[in-house]
């Protein structure tokens, strides 16, 4: 989400991008596009964590 030099709301706004492109993804897939698109960036000094968490209806 953090760039150096770019303010956070802009990663903020891409990442919300990118998970609504995955919505019907099943979670693993989900993980492994946001993933890959974290490591596109060509300034990445810190490493990449995500974490992901799926909501049941009840009963279900």
Same mark, same amino acid.
Do not use: H
């Given at each position: 989400? !953090?760039?150096?030099? =770019?303010?956070?709301? #802009? ?5 919300? *991008?990118?998970?609504a492109?995955?919505?019907? $993804?099943?979670?693993? !897939?989900?993980?492994? =596009?946001?993933?890959? #698109?974290a490591?596109?960036?060509?300034s *990445? ?6 974490? $992901? ?8």
């Amino acid at each position: 989400m !953090e760039r150096p030099g =770019r303010d956070i709301d #802009e990663g903020i706004e891409r990442l919300r *991008r990118a998970l609504a492109a995955t919505a019907s $993804l099943p979670l693993s !897939e989900t993980a492994d =596009r946001l993933t890959r #698109e974290a490591r596109q960036a060509t300034s *990445r000094p810190d490493d990449i964590a995500l974490l $992901l968490a799926a909501r049941w209806p009840e009963g279900g």
